[in-house]
């Protein structure tokens, strides 16, 4: 294709040096990084599959649902979800992740970049009890990287701007997309109940 940049000297070509921009990443938390993600409730976590395909799954709790242990280590619990296990599969194998977290009303992101493993260590399963209800299992994440990203991209979304909120209307409902999608002879409305039923008893 013409006009590929597949290479770090031909992105170049196009994108300026960043400079001084470098500077921000950081080896370990400090305490702005700690104050964010004691606000998050919700994180993308980017893995990569064996075959090489990357792989983005979001996770979401309270705010500071994602625990800070000390500078380099954070811990999160895994709850209950489709039990495809893709991001923990992909982590046994290749623990690299890479972690983006969002606040409400925040435009800034903070960003980090580490190494993971899953246990079921009880202490570990004690301290993200929710209703009497403990974790799957735990992640612990040895930080590597961190930094904030820039205001820009959430700016060009407007993501938490309200009156840019599209109508649920606008698509089928999630029922409807996952009978059109696995072919199921079920009624769209039923499988929306069952999941909004899911959803009710299986939180945490």
């Known amino acids: 294709m013409s006009g590929e940049l597949n290479s770090e000297e031909a992105l170049r070509t196009v994108y300026p040096d960043p400079g001084q921009t470098r500077g921000k990443v950081l080896p370990m938390l400090d305490p702005h990084a700690r104050s964010f993600i004691g606000l998050a409730p919700f ?3 980017g893995t990569a ?3 090489g395909l990357g ?4 996770r979401g709790g309270e705010p500071g649902f994602v625990h800070v242990l ?3 280590h954070l811990a999160m619990p895994d709850r209950p979800g489709n039990n495809l296990i893709d991001t923990l599969s992909n982590i046994a ?3 690299s992740v890479g972690l983006l977290f969002f606040v409400p009303g925040f ?4 960003r980090v970049n580490g190494v993971a ?3 079921t260590d009880p202490e570990m399963m004690e301290r993200f009890t929710v209703d009497g209800k403990k974790p799957r299992s735990v992640m612990l994440i040895e930080v590597r990287e961190v930094f904030f990203h820039c ?3 959430l700016k060009r979304s407007g993501l938490w701007d309200a009156s840019k909120h599209v109508p649920r209307e606008t698509m089928p409902s999630f029922g409807q997309i996952v009978r059109d999608q696995m072919k199921l002879p079920v009624a769209a409305d039923l499988i929306d109940t069952a999941l909004e039923d899911d959803a009710k008893k299986n939180l945490y």
């Open 93 to 95: 194998l290749s623990p």
């Open 117 to 119: 493993k899953t246990v």
């Open 55 to 58: 792989d983005v799954s979001p």
């Open 70 to 72: 000390d500078d380099t």
């Open 49 to 51: 599959r064996p075959d």
């Open 107 to 110: 435009e800034e992101m903070l």
């Open 43 to 45: 994180l993308c976590i």
């Open 151 to 153: 205001t820009k991209a």
